[in-house]
């Protein structure tokens, strides 16, 4: 009887573009410290600990969903999340129109259309809307994600390019858009308010994925394999309380030291059988989720020091993008055909999610 030949991998789908975009208010952390200090905590210990919190928080710029002066007046949720619809929306568009463009890829040519947000609700969801005002197809096959936080950018990838294994000459679109400051907490001076309040920033992206078939001779990064991995008894560790005023965030403090202990693992389950390691991946696309995030990827995958430079710059000039943020580091990541990236974020769960990814210059290897 003839041996058995083990089935061949298909082809994998094509990262042909990412086009980060953001709002066009844009303040030095400074500024925006002092605007906000007033609405969320009383004059003090508790403020001046907000003042530090900002300070130390690796943030030097951010851009805002709306002019600064008027997050004094946005007082409800009712009102911030009808100012989450309007300026989320055309953040989208300007990030799909961007990317289409880049990749050359007419808006009646996508399949499959993934959105993923978690600083806003809406019914339809803004990828319904958007579909017509990009010029999307009426069959357009939708998704829309809402609770993967920080975690959406980089599970989205690897959802889309799923969705493009079973159908490699199709196109799939990644949405994100994150308006994380229309989700202050006024008067609110927990800790874990004030943390956020100094470190997330707002933005959106969109990224083209094409099936094998449909991205050959393009150049980009194929999405050779993924990992999600919920971490079991963490739930209260990340995510929000949602009330009357909106959502308010959750943040332990236990979560750098979580991740510090358990990354290492789920990074060496990602590479098995590749042939690689840590030490021999050439990019970390990681989620600029605060300093003592980033440290603790390093420390937990012994990463030399400039081995999360692109992840410290988005930090410093944009703040913590949630899901967007994986996507912004994704198009700042330069790169060499041949070289492989782990892109890598963390969200409620506690769950993480990774893609791995190899940068080619043309077909397929």
């Not at 990262?15 to 844009?26: G, N, S, Y």
């Not at 609700?121 to 990009?134: F, I, K, T, Y």
């Not at 990074?267 to 605060?290: E, M, S």
């Not at 790169?335 to 492989?340: A, L, N």
Request: glycine share 12%.
């Amino acid at each position: 009887m003839p041996a058995t030949r083990p089935p061949t991998a298909p082809p994998p789908p094509r990262v042909v573009a990412v086009e980060p975009v953001l709002p066009p208010h844009r303040y030095e952390q400074a500024e925006i410290t002092a605007e906000l200090a007033p609405l969320l905590a009383p004059a003090g210990a508790r403020r001046q600990l907000l003042h530090r919190l900002h300070a130390a928080g690796g943030v030097e710029r951010r851009h805002l969903a709306l002019p600064l002066e008027r997050y004094a007046h946005l007082d409800s949720f009712t009102a911030a999340n009808a100012a989450f619809a309007e300026v989320g929306l055309d953040l989208a568009e300007r990030a799909v129109k961007g990317a289409l463009a880049t990749a050359g890829v007419a808006p009646e040519e996508v399949d499959f259309l993934l959105f993923t947000t978690v600083t806003g609700v809406a019914a339809p969801s803004l990828d319904a809307v958007l579909a017509g005002r990009v010029g999307l197809r009426p069959d357009v096959k939708r998704l829309p994600s809402f609770g993967l936080g920080c975690a959406g950018g980089a599970a989205g990838l690897a959802r889309v390019a799923d969705y493009l294994l079973g159908h490699p000459g199709q196109v799939g679109v990644l949405v994100s858009v994150e308006l994380c400051s229309l989700t202050l907490q006024r008067q609110d001076p927990s800790t874990a308010n004030l943390v956020a309040s100094g470190l997330f920033g707002d933005g959106a992206a969109a990224v083209v994925l094409a099936g094998a078939e449909r991205a050959a001779g393009t150049p980009g990064w194929d999405v050779l394999d993924s990992r999600s991995r919920l971490f079991p008894g963490t739930a209260d560790a990340l995510g929000w309380d949602v009330g009357t005023s909106g959502m308010r965030i959750v943040l332990s403090p236990d979560l750098p030291g979580l991740l510090a202990d358990r990354l290492g693992d789920e990074v060496r389950a990602l590479l098995v059988g590749t042939g690689l390691d840590a030490g021999r991946v050439q990019r970390w696309v990681v989620h600029a989720g605060g300093p003592k995030v980033l440290r603790a990827v390093s420390d937990a995958l012994h990463l030399p020091e400039d081995a999360l430079a692109a992840s410290w710059a988005s930090l410093r000039e944009v703040g913590n993008l949630s899901s967007s943020s994986v996507l912004h580091v994704l198009a700042a990541t330069e790169h060499r055909p041949g070289e492989h990236a782990v892109v890598l974020a963390v969200g409620p769960g506690v769950g993480t999610e990774q893609v791995l990814l190899r940068a080619t210059g043309g077909a397929p290897a």
